[in-house]
């Protein structure tokens, strides 16, 4: 980076989007606002450190007030907690049917909108997270944000599309390294076609149908290749290991 861009990054809260390929095929990793950076020089070369949260900005300054002294939905409840956010608000189908016909009575809360809805959707075993184009997400942790998207090229791992090294294989799913692999997303489901997976657990017809829970993209500017790291747990992981 340019000593102007390595002084703006300094700032907090700064928009910063990420982007990386090969050639001419750069593809958007990320964007989210400036939590903290650092510069650091290394012999010829400045390296800038930064950590990233999308909506930072909103989830650090919207307040939310609420108050509902009769029967209300618990979705209208959610959405007024959330409408300082200003963002769009998306539910996973597992999320639609938690919340599907539920009543709240005589509730009130103040506070930060983001904080004030995770406390809510507690109760639910929900949580809410704002995505990039400032698109906020009603999910269940445990659970695939597309529960029923069925195996494709596109969310299929194997060494034929990518597939680096051999899977590592969890108790609670799987670990597996790739070439970089830019559109899957934080609760995606994928696929991996691997001998270890069907092997360690052959006698499971979905062992190799999983969820991301952790994701990390790594390369450099100096020419290596870029890499996308995968921690998948088991879609149905309460039944592992029937046969």
């Known amino acids: 980076l340019d000593i102007d861009l390595r002084f703006e990054m300094q700032n907090p809260i700064v928009m910063v989007k990420l982007s990386a390929g090969y050639g001419d095929e750069i593809a958007h990793l990320y964007s989210g606002d400036i939590l903290w950076a650092h510069n650091e020089q290394r012999g010829p070369d400045w390296i800038t450190q930064m950590e990233l949260y999308t909506g930072l900005a909103a989830a650090t300054s919207a307040a939310s007030q609420v108050s509902f002294a009769k029967q209300t939905q618990a979705r209208s409840v959610l959405e007024s907690i959330l409408k300082p956010l200003d ?37 639910y075993d929900l949580a809410f997270t704002i995505e990039e184009d400032k698109q906020g997400l009603v999910y269940r942790p445990t659970k695939p944000r597309e529960p029923d998207r069925q195996r494709s090229e596109e969310n299929t791992f194997s060494a034929d599309n990518g597939l680096v090294d051999t899977p590592t294989i ?13 559109q899957i997303r934080i609760f995606d489901k994928f696929f991996v076609r691997s001998p270890t997976v069907q092997g360690t657990l052959r006698s499971v017809d ?26 998948g747990a088991y879609t149905k992981l309460g039944e592992v290991g029937q046969s």
């Open 87 to 123: 963002v769009s608000i998306r539910y996973t189908p597992e999320a639609e049917q938690v919340l599907s016909g539920k009543i709240v009575e005589d509730y009130t809360t103040s506070g930060l909108a983001h904080r004030e809805a995770d406390d809510f959707l507690r109760r």
């Open 170 to 182: 969890t108790r609670s799913g799987v670990e597996i390294r790739s070439l970089l692999r830019p």
């Open 206 to 231: 979905y062992s190799a149908e999983y969820y991301a829970i952790h994701l990390r993209h790594i390369g450099d500017t100096h020419g290596e290749d870029w890499h996308t790291e995968i921690e």
